[in-house]
């Protein structure tokens, strides 16, 4: 997040378009009204159709649906999460799926408020797993998802379209207690009104010691080095961001949404074309299978993954270049059934003591301020790898070199995806 | 009219309530079926086509402005995905035709008392979703799968670098794979109503066996022939979940341009069009195809 942090007032979401959100959110709370009623509200057909209904709609701040949520624990909470995010141990993290007695934490707080827990590893991509609920919310529909976990970009526009439900903070006091101070005052939404970070975490290199070995590859410390293997064994990130990101940051270049253009974007993927004819593919959090078959041997990998979930011989290191940051973010999602359970799971996992065994099983860096101290106190015996350290508390030089590539403006937005899918054939 | 006992019918001079009934009988059985067409095919259908008709953009929504511009898109960037799509579709119909129509032919001709268990065989697959039975493919053929890794390590047929995952080769095992039972269950269908009486007329009539499977057995086979074959060759052409799990960049089919324009870069009136010009490409194919085997024998 320092990138962001550096420079808050961002081009990417003008004031304009803030208030335009705002208004939406005025919307949804008039939907979700009418749908507690017991009958859906009317779905909006089309996109088009739900922009033009924003003027004739008064800027209303969506506050008063927040006070009518009855604050009982009703469920069970549907949450929507990331494979390998949370201590979810053997066949129900195979079949990405909670089963009872799977998970310490879910079970913690399933004994703590009597209330089952419905928690599905769903979210491989942000874009497919956005697809899959964007006609829902568009129509003002219930997406059937109580809590969702998506990374800052898709947060931010799910935001400002008013499109998740306001948090009322008298409910997460650990929350507003605990929360980093480096993740506040997020543009798209400063006052936390509508999101809470799950987890931050880097992108960077991770490779298969004993498969580059057998081929005798040195292992890689810089993206150059990435480019150099066989492309065949190599995969890159179906987030366009993260590719494009480290692509630009291999290339020399700073990967800042406010200075990048589609020149440069460009020289990227002419950069990759070449490896694309070679064989490179483009793989989503399935990376981690392809690393267990032998079918990867080194790609471009989320910080925490292959510590957590990979094999003993998957590594991961921060490229010489630089790395990318970026934020997941819990969101109640526009017509989420069991609100007030969603925030009290919010407000559980910002306990310093939850937040601690959480982060010291899927070694990313915890949005939560105590969180360290609780890890170390649970490694006492043990004390962690260096390596893995790195990963829940990245050192300076790591932190100097962090860039956050995830707020684009529209038209750089577009010539991404354009140019990702002209690299990944669609 | 002196016996009164009779029946009189009463009411209005045109038809009775019974015969007009009896008339709408035929658009009464046929109504759910043609509502369910009209609301989930022809309006889709028709609200597609103003959306590749229309321009802007996802965010700010779109506007009908009849333009072709979509149009123009889709049929000048897309040629190595449409011809993708065409030949693995192809080749994939013409496989399955291969393995399937001796597979139909023995259990039609040969199964016996076997044949419902035979068939159950072929259908079996089918209790497995689609998308598991892909990922086992992908398993598979993995350089160091039990296929690759048995040829090239114990039998030292393949090169060290063989690699199947990520060709061609591997999209279309897939789509053969998965479409068969699409083939033999229509072929099926077409050689169990084949008479064997007549098999042995022209054997009578100094046939070959070859002559009569060729002149009898084949053109009474046609129309499973076809069928099988617009099963599978339809929904092979439009397939993208093999080219996802089994291929690489270089063997994305339309399909998989028609998802990412629609889920990916939320452009619709570019997936719209290619949508149409799949549809069209097909419906002039299936028109030839219909008229060179002849129309009359596929519904005789």
Known sequence: ?426 | MTAPSLPVRVGPTGPSFRQRVGKATPYLLLAPGILWLLIFFILPTFQMFLTSVSTGSLDNGFKLTWSGAAYVTSLTKFGTQFENSLIYGGIATLLTFAIGFPVAYTIAFRGGRWKNFLLFIVIAPFFTSFLIRTISWKVLLLDNGPVLGFLRDTLHLLPADASVIGTPIAVIAGITYNFLPFMILPLYVALEKIDPRLIEAANDLYASRWGAFRRVTIPLALPGIFAGSILTFIPALGDYVNAILLGSPQTQMIGNVIQSRFLLLGDYPVAAALSFILMAAILVAVSIYARVLGTEQLTG
Request: hydrophobic share 40%.
């Open chain 1, 1 to 426: 997040m320092t990138a962001f942090d550096r420079d808050p007032v961002s081009p990417v979401i003008s004031r304009r378009r803030f208030l335009k959100g705002t208004a939406l959110a005025g919307v949804g709370a008039f939907l979700a009204a009418c749908s507690s009623s017991g009958a859906t509200s009317a779905p909006v057909t089309s996109v088009s159709a739900s922009n033009a209904a924003i003027p004739t709609l008064p800027p209303a701040t969506p506050a008063p649906s927040v006070a009518a949520t009855p604050k009982t624990i009703t469920g069970p909470l549907h949450w929507a999460q990331w494979p390998a995010y949370i201590d979810l141990t053997g066949k129900a993290a195979t079949n990405l799926k909670y089963a009872p007695g799977s998970s310490p934490t879910l079970e913690q707080f399933k004994a703590k408020y009597k209330v089952d827990v419905d928690y599905e590893e769903k979210i491989e991509d942000n874009n497919t797993f956005y697809a899959t609920i964007q006609p829902e919310l568009v129509a003002g529909a219930p997406t059937g998802w109580d809590l969702i976990v998506i990374t800052d970009w898709l947060a931010a526009k799910v935001i400002t379209k008013g499109w998740a439900e306001q948090i009322d903070q008298s409910n997460v006091p650990n929350c507003t207690a605990n929360l980093r101070d480096a993740l506040k005052g997020q543009v798209w939404d400063p006052k936390n009104d509508y999101h809470y970070p799950w987890q931050s975490g880097m992108t960077g290199i991770g490779y298969n010691k004993a498969s580059l070995a057998s081929a005798k590859i040195a292992a890689p410390t810089s993206l150059k080095d990435l480019w150099a293997i066989d492309p065949k064994k190599v995969s890159f990130l179906t987030e366009s961001r993260d590719t494009f990101g480290l692509g630009l940051l291999k290339l020399g270049k700073n990967a800042d949404p406010q200075q990048t253009s589609a020149d440069d974007l460009q020289a990227v993927h002419d950069d990759i074309q070449p490896l694309v004819q070679g064989g490179l593919t483009f793989a989503d959090n399935s990376y981690l299978q392809n690393f267990a078959a032998k079918k990867t041997w080194a790609a471009m990998v989320w910080s925490g993954d292959l510590a957590s979930s990979g094999g003993t011989d998957d590594l991961f290191v921060f490229p010489d270049e630089g790395t990318m940051i970026w934020t997941d973010n819990m969101l109640i999602p526009k017509g989420a059934v069991n609100i007030y359970t969603a925030e009290t799971m919010m407000n559980f996992v910002y306990d310093p003591t939850i937040a601690g065994q959480i982060a010291n099983f899927v070694y990313y860096v915890s949005p939560v301020k105590g969180a360290d101290v609780v890890v170390t106190d649970l490694n006492k015996s043990a004390p962690l790898d260096p390596a893995v350290l790195a990963l829940l508390f990245p050192p300076d030089a790591v932190v100097a070199k962090q860039h956050n590539f995830q707020f684009l403006p529209d038209a750089l937005e577009t010539t991404l995806n354009t140019l990702y899918l002209d690299l990944a054939g669609g």
